[in-house]
């Protein structure tokens, strides 16, 4: 039973002259701890979470001309390698510490970062801050905007796009008295048979490794995403309507594993590409190999263009080949910003997202990154025109002919895929190595593809 409180009487004239008391000295407490001029309300401090390299980290550099325009809210960046941006993102969380915005910069994707409940329904924060993607702004093409719309409730804010495209050497070719690829997405001659062609006249193996260059280093998104190329789907329909959660999936089909067949062919057949072992050896783990001036053509992420400035070539831009699909010739990268679910100040969040991708610090960003490309469609002009000896109106040909023909990676889309592309790294280096063949090895991948998903279904 709860105690019932009683006064004597004559007590509440006492009691009145305590509260008055008690309230005066709190306010004259208050006032003589706040200095002259400051605020009482102390800034919110965000957390940036991102990875520790240049092309990310830059934005240090613009956390002081945001907090000038936005003196209530700090900009905190946390950092992490690419191989461990999810697991270290995964302790954080579990620890308290998530961070307020990041993007699927690691292994894993949207897709998982959504069924694992990490996301904010941003739509409401949208909608009560009247943020309008598509203004003048911000410019976001409503297209890329749906990447991240689930059911019409938005999860993710774009910031850069990327493509795939053709990265090739014009000194090879020059030498070679090889004709420059076209950048044109619509001349439908350049097929993958004729880059086989051209490549073979620019190869040459020998036991001096000195003297050995290759043709083509055909990198065309994951590995479990390139047989999409050539028109075969490994993953069942419904992976694109579920949340990424694929009710079956057909990695050793005939087709897919002829579209395996048809890209190992260009190292073990055709002979035209590089092992992983020559690649390593002249670039290094995580270096690119078209880079050391021995590859003519590179297929592979729009990132790879950004240091081409540097490149010790001419470097020109082409469309990537016809492979057999006719809707799919590229794999787009859109990189969008979250804000985690566990963040304590989303709307401050929202304010930081809005600002990296206004017009005047997309543009300030390819800069200051070394070339990422910007979402926004009017910083794209500056982003085509970045490039030294590269024609801005072949790079954005190709850019847009690349997102017609584009779909989004699998690593974006399909749940779970930390596991997937480990899996697929493990069980695929038997085949990259020259051991065994796509036949031996795809029903493999097929039985734990399968095992895994019935095991992330319970």
């Known amino acids: 039973m709860k105690k019932r409180i009683t006064w004597k009487k004559g007590t509440n004239l006492l009691l009145t002259v305590l509260l008055v008391a008690l309230v005066i000295s709190g306010c004259s407490k208050s006032n ?12 919110v401090t965000i957390t940036y979470y991102t990875i520790d390299s240049p092309d990310r980290t830059f934005v240090e550099k613009l956390i002081p001309d945001f907090q000038k325009r936005n003196p209530g809210i700090k900009v905190k960046v946390e950092k992490a390698p690419y191989e461990q941006f999810d697991s270290k993102l995964q302790t954080l969380i579990a620890g ?7 993007s699927h910069y690691g292994y894993g994707g949207f897709a998982e970062y959504y069924n694992k409940g990490m996301l904010l329904d941003m739509t409401d924060l949208i909608k009560e801050d009247g943020f309008d993607p598509s203004s003048s702004d911000y410019n976001i093409p409503a297209d890329i905007m749906k990447i991240y719309t689930i059911n019409n409730h938005t999860y993710g804010i774009p910031i850069n796009m990327y ?8 000194d090879m070719f020059d030498e070679a008295k090889v004709a420059y690829p076209p950048s044109d997405y ?3 001659s350049w097929t993958f048979d004729k880059m086989v062609e ?26 479990d995403n390139r047989p999409l190329y050539f028109g075969a789907e490994p993953y069942s329909a419904d992976t694109w309507t579920n949340g990424g959660v694929p009710s079956s999936t057909h990695f050793d089909s005939p087709e897919v594993m002829a579209a395996y067949n048809k890209l190992f062919g260009l190292i073990f057949k055709d002979k035209v590409s590089p092992n992983t072992a020559w690649s390593k050896s002249v670039a290094g783990q995580n270096g690119d190999p078209f880079v050391s001036g021995k590859i003519a053509m590179s297929i592979g992420g729009s990132w790879n263009l950004a240091g081409a400035n540097d490149f010790p070539f001419k470097v020109g831009v082409a469309a990537v080949p016809v492979g057999g699909n006719d809707k799919v010739r590229s794999t787009l990268y859109v990189d ?18 809005k600002y990296l ?6 543009k300030q960003s390819i800069e200051l990154s070394g070339g990422n490309p910007p979402v926004n469609s009017e910083a794209a002009a500056d982003y085509y025109s970045h490039f030294d000896g590269i024609d801005s109106a072949v790079i954005q040909q190709v850019y847009e002919g690349a997102i017609k023909y584009g779909f989004e990676s699998y690593n974006h889309l399909v749940a779970n895929y930390s596991q997937i592309n480990d899996m697929f790294i493990n069980e695929m280096q038997p085949i990259e190595t020259g051991h065994k063949t796509v036949e031996e090895v795809m029903p493999t991948i097929q039985k734990k593809m399968t095992e895994l998903l019935a095991r992330n279904k319970k």
């Open 357 to 362: 991708v206004t017009t005047d610090i997309q």
């Open 96 to 102: 308290g510490n998530a961070p307020d915005v990041t």
């Open 198 to 223: 051209a490549a073979k006249k620019m190869t040459v193996v020998s036991d001096d490794i000195s003297k050995t260059h290759y043709g083509v280093d055909f990198t065309w998104a994951e590995r």
């Open 163 to 170: 493509v795939t495209l053709m990265l090739y050497n014009k």
């Open 32 to 43: 003589t701890d706040k200095k002259d001029g400051e605020s009482s309300k102390k800034p």
């Open 336 to 353: 969008p910003l979250f804000i985690l679910k566990d963040s304590k100040h989303p709307k401050e969040a929202l304010q930081w997202i």
């Open 186 to 188: 619509e001349d439908k």
